[in-house]
């Protein structure tokens, strides 16, 4: 049974760590969503704004229902002295009286709500601003997130990219330091050009060894992000045909919310310095007893008030003139970076605009650069199969080439990752 039960949970652990295949940037997104604690947090933190606007409409009459139950024991009655003359004796006498009795229960019951405040009607209205807020505050964490998931995976597919073009470079130069060889052992080829040629491959194998590093780094990143077991198969993604206008306001919107909720802070301070009108009662229920609490032969009385409470704080309270100047403080600032914000709002949307269109005109101009570039190498291979060309020229040729061909890669997957941000940005 036991062995069974290892077997289980060995098989529940694979499943657990079962790696997905991701071949856009879409569905890592869509593990974000589902697994990111911070994105967990930040949905949590809406469904507790809901509750506090609902919370704010019942409390804005701040309904109270206070129940106390009392019980007393009186080991020494107080004893009052009455004249004698009431129960017959003569003037200038007293009798002694014992007050009350030993055994008092009582229960009291004080409904009570507000049925003007100010104050608290007003708090209705910050508590639906602020789930406003909540929710802009949630797409902004989706969005920060989005984007470095969108950094991550668009470096991974640069390095995979440029990891292909060295591949092809490494063959490309152990061909070369085979001829370099063939031609040293023939004796029409000097040793320095053997140690160029065998610099030139480890060159290119160290090149591919940090670029491997460096995408493994990456891959751990989206992981960290996605809580997921990812491996990125590259798919050819269509470049854009046309470039979208960046139309972001989330940043614009967040200062607008946050303005707003200024605005209605210094009503609210306001209003919290007019009078109070509540509805006000008391329910009481009293036991007396001279045997035990509620025992044989005890007396009960019942006694109760309802009414009205005018209660208001004179605009001398220090604390809320303090709270008024401190909260028209605030909206002046919240005023400036809303103001701040649309600018520097209109100010990005350009900008993203214009990075994805340098982009594609580097994409462009890097792949006929590259064409250029592999002519002239494959010119030069040829005439130094001939020997009719120097290696030391040959090498400037490949790096070249092997330069323009990086470009090229890096150019195309930067037009990519930037209409990934334009694409993001304008979503929230």
């Given at each position: 049974?036991?062995?069974?039960?290892?077997?289980?949970?060995?098989?529940?652990?694979?499943?657990?760590?079962?790696?997905?295949?991701?071949?856009?940037?879409?569905?890592?997104?869509?593990?974000?969503?589902?697994?990111?604690?911070?994105?967990?947090?930040?949905?949590?933190?809406?469904?507790?704004?809901?509750?506090?606007?609902?919370?704010?409409?019942?409390?804005?009459?701040?309904?109270?229902?206070?129940?106390?139950?009392?019980?007393?024991?009186?080991?020494?009655?107080?004893?009052?002295?009455?004249?004698?003359?009431?129960?017959?004796?003569?003037?200038?006498?007293?009798?002694?009286?014992?007050?009350?009795?030993?055994?008092?229960?009582?229960?009291?019951?004080?409904?009570?709500?507000?049925?003007?405040?100010?104050?608290?009607?007003?708090?209705?209205?910050?508590?639906?601003?602020?789930?406003?807020?909540?929710?802009?505050?949630?797409?902004?964490?989706?969005?920060?997130?989005?984007?470095?998931?969108?950094?991550?995976?668009?470096?991974?597919?640069?390095?995979?990219?440029?990891?292909?073009?060295?591949?092809?470079?490494?063959?490309?130069?152990?061909?070369?330091?085979?001829?370099?060889?063939?031609?040293?052992?023939?004796?029409?080829?000097?040793?320095?050009?053997?140690?160029e040629a065998d610099v030139n491959v480890v060159t290119l194998e160290n090149n591919l060894d940090q670029l491997e590093q460096n995408r493994q780094l990456?891959?751990?990143?989206?992981?960290?992000?996605?809580?997921?077991?990812?491996?990125?198969?590259?798919?050819?993604?269509?470049?854009?045909?046309?470039?979208?206008?960046?139309?972001?306001?989330?940043?614009?919107?967040?200062?607008?919310?946050?303005?707003?909720?200024?605005?209605?802070?210094?009503?609210?301070?306001?209003?919290?310095?007019?009078?109070?009108?509540?509805?006000?009662?008391?329910?009481?229920?009293?036991?007396?007893?001279?045997?035990?609490?509620?025992?044989?032969?005890?007396?009960?009385?019942?006694?109760?008030?309802?009414?009205?409470?005018?209660?208001?704080?004179?605009?001398?309270?220090?604390?809320?003139?303090?709270?008024?100047?401190?909260?028209?403080?605030?909206?002046?600032?919240?005023?400036?970076?809303?103001?701040?914000?649309?600018?520097?709002?209109?100010?990005?949307?350009?900008?993203?605009?214009?990075?994805?269109?340098?982009?594609?005109?580097?994409?462009?101009?890097?792949?006929?650069?590259?064409?250029?570039?592999?002519?002239?190498?494959?010119?030069?291979?040829?005439?130094?199969?001939?020997?009719?060309?120097?290696?030391?020229?040959?090498?400037?040729?490949?790096?070249?080439?092997?330069?323009?061909?990086?470009?090229?890669?890096?150019?195309?997957?930067?037009?990519?990752?930037?209409?990934?941000?334009?694409?993001?940005?304008?979503?929230?």
């Open positions: 049974m036991k062995g069974k039960i290892v077997v289980l949970l060995l098989l529940v652990t694979r499943v657990m760590a079962q790696e997905v295949q991701v071949s856009s940037v879409d569905e890592l997104f869509e593990l974000a969503l589902s697994r990111n604690l911070a994105l967990q947090n930040t949905a949590l933190e809406r469904e507790l704004s809901v509750i506090t606007r609902k919370i704010a409409a019942v409390n804005a009459f701040s309904p109270r229902l206070p129940v106390s139950w009392q019980g007393l024991d009186n080991i020494a009655l107080q004893r009052t002295y009455v004249p004698g003359t009431i129960f017959g004796q003569e003037e200038g006498t007293y009798k002694e009286l014992v007050m009350g009795q030993k055994y008092v229960a009582t229960l009291n019951l004080s409904p009570q709500f507000d049925l003007l405040h100010f104050g608290n009607l007003a708090q209705r209205k910050t508590a639906a601003l602020n789930e406003k807020l909540t929710s802009l505050n949630e797409k902004q964490a989706q969005r920060d997130i989005f984007l470095d998931i969108n950094a991550a995976f668009h470096n991974v597919i640069s390095f995979d990219r440029q990891k292909r073009i060295l591949e092809e470079n490494l063959e490309v130069a152990r061909k070369i330091k085979t001829l370099i060889r063939h031609r040293y052992e023939e004796g029409i080829a000097r040793s320095q050009e053997v140690n990456q891959i751990e990143l989206l992981k960290l992000l996605t809580r997921s077991e990812i491996r990125i198969v590259e798919v050819a993604v269509p470049t854009p045909s046309t470039i979208p206008l960046a139309q972001s306001r989330l940043d614009t919107d967040l200062a607008e919310i946050r303005t707003q909720m200024a605005e209605q802070d210094v009503f609210t301070a306001k209003r919290d310095q007019w009078p109070v009108l509540s509805a006000v009662s008391s329910f009481n229920w009293q036991d007396l007893s001279n045997r035990f609490f509620y025992g044989s032969g005890a007396s009960s009385i019942y006694f109760a008030y309802v009414g009205l409470k005018l209660s208001w704080d004179l605009p001398t309270n220090v604390q809320k003139i303090s709270n008024l100047k401190n909260k028209q403080v605030q909206l002046k600032i919240a005023q400036n970076n809303l103001e701040q914000a649309e600018e520097q709002q209109s100010y990005a949307n350009l900008q993203r605009t214009a990075e994805l269109r340098k982009a594609q005109s580097q994409w462009e101009a890097q792949q006929k650069i590259e064409m250029l570039k592999k002519d002239t190498f494959e010119k030069n291979y040829a005439q130094f199969e001939e020997n009719i060309l120097a290696l030391d020229k040959l090498l400037i040729a490949q790096n070249d080439w092997l330069n323009s061909s990086l470009n090229r890669a890096t150019a195309a997957v930067s037009m990519l990752y930037n209409y990934q941000i334009l694409r993001i940005n304008n979503g929230y």
